[in-house]
């Protein structure tokens, strides 16, 4: 009596094998299934949480420049080289290129690309390697005196404009993912899209992420 009881409480709560391995397998596809977006997810964050540091340092950078020009930066650099050594005084930078693709200091045309898959870009400007690994290269707006535009009005009495991959060399090397702009105007600094507050950039050639991201919580 007493052994037919254990038996029938045996029956009662326990698993078979099949039932076990079907459990494991839907544990299994639901995590398959899952994983990637939050692996994919908790990566972006980390690139977002990189690109407000650099963001940050640089302003604190441009601020000490300012302040040691009389709170100006008009008329301070004659060239792209010149200003990228007064920023590695700043910051401490592990290399400093007069032409970032052929010396080593951004990536060469085809190793980087827009988010809709444009990846003949070339920007053999001057720039340096940041103490924590981050690339910069100086990009298209130069203006010794602050009076540059970048296509509209939108970015007039812009100084200079600014790529950064904030993990290097490391892919995706995609603008809008580990590539992001900045723009420097005379007393302020600016993430790309912020003015004219226009992020519809961010899908296609991917600088308007730059304020997207900065700016979210």
């Known amino acids: 009596m007493y052994n037919s009881e254990i038996k029938h409480h045996y029956r009662k709560f326990g698993f078979t094998l099949s039932e076990v391995l079907i459990t494991l397998g839907i544990i299994g596809?639901?995590?398959a299934l899952t994983?990637?977006?939050m692996v994919n997810n908790y990566k972006q964050k980390v690139l977002i949480v990189a690109w407000k540091k650099e963001f940050s340092t640089m302003a604190q950078v441009f601020?000490?420049?300012?302040?040691?020009?009389?709170?100006?930066?008009?008329?301070?650099?004659?060239?792209?080289y010149e200003?990228?050594?007064a920023v590695c005084e700043e910051l401490k930078c592990t290399k400093i290129c007069q032409y970032s693709e052929?010396?080593?200091c951004w990536h060469k045309p085809g190793d980087w690309s827009s988010p809709n898959g444009f990846n003949t870009h070339s920007r053999n400007y001057a720039g340096f390697i940041s103490v924590d690994g981050a690339i910069w290269v100086t990009n298209t707006i130069f203006s010794s005196n602050c009076s540059s535009y970048n296509s509209t009005d939108?970015?007039?009495?812009?100084?200079?404009?600014f790529f950064v991959d904030v993990n290097g060399f490391k892919k995706p090397n995609v603008i809008g993912e580990?590539?992001?702009?900045l723009v420097v105007f005379d007393g302020r600094l600016l993430p790309y899209g912020a003015y004219p507050k226009d992020i519809s950039s961010c899908k296609t050639w991917g600088d308007g992420c730059s304020a997207k991201y900065l700016y979210q919580n």
């Open 29 to 31: 596809l639901v995590a």
């Open 35 to 37: 994983l990637p977006v």
């Open 63 to 80: 601020q000490a420049i300012q302040d040691d020009n009389n709170g100006s930066i008009k008329s301070v650099f004659n060239n792209r």
């Open 83 to 85: 200003l990228s050594k």
């Open 102 to 104: 052929q010396e080593g």
């Open 154 to 161: 939108a970015y007039e009495n812009a100084c200079f404009d």
């Open 178 to 181: 580990d590539i992001f702009r």
